[in-house]
Structure formats: structure tokens, C-alpha cells
């Protein structure tokens, strides 16, 4: 069996909420690069990927701001990653 993992960037902590970005891997070796994006999300929502037979392995901490750094920009927070198994 080998892995391949997706990371997904969610606009909420919600899984039914829109991917804004994303990362793919393929432990398999059956694609080269065995890391890269694209133009467009493998998946409109989170959910949509467990629908595919994704797993859920991690989500990320929800942590609020500090006082006074509300709307700064930084990283992604909502980052969610998934996995699959398949035959080599």
C-alpha cells in the first residue's frame, strides 16, 4: 500500500465550506512531479473529498486572534489534512 495525501485550505473550520487552496502528493510514484497544484481545486469543499474516500488525519488548531490583530493577513488557518491508500 502506499499514500497519497491532499491538504486542503478551507474559508471556515467548517468541512462543507470553500477550498481556497490546496497541495497534492503521491506516494505511489504513478505521477511526476510526486507534488504540485493546479489551477483549479481537486475538490469544492472538504466534505466533498471524504464523499471521494478521502481520510481525515489532521485539522488545524482553532486559535483566535490576539487583541488587535484581527484583520491581519498571515497563513492559511483552516488547513485540513487527508490521505489514501492505494495498491502500488
Do not use: C, N
Amino acid at each position: 500500500m502506499r499514500q497519497r495525501v491532499l491538504v486542503l485550505y478551507l474559508t471556515t473550520s467548517a468541512l462543507d465550506s470553500k477550498v481556497v487552496g490546496w497541495s497534492r502528493y503521491d506516494g505511489t510514484g504513478r505521477t511526476t512531479p510526486t507534488a504540485g497544484d493546479s489551477d483549479e481545486p481537486p475538490y469544492t469543499t472538504g466534505l466533498d473529498a471524504l464523499l471521494d474516500g478521502w481520510r481525515l488525519i489532521q485539522a488545524s488548531q482553532l486559535l483566535p486572534p490576539s487583541p488587535g490583530h484581527e484583520y491581519d493577513v498571515s497563513f492559511l488557518k483552516h488547513e485540513f489534512f487527508f490521505e489514501q491508500l492505494v495498491d502500488a
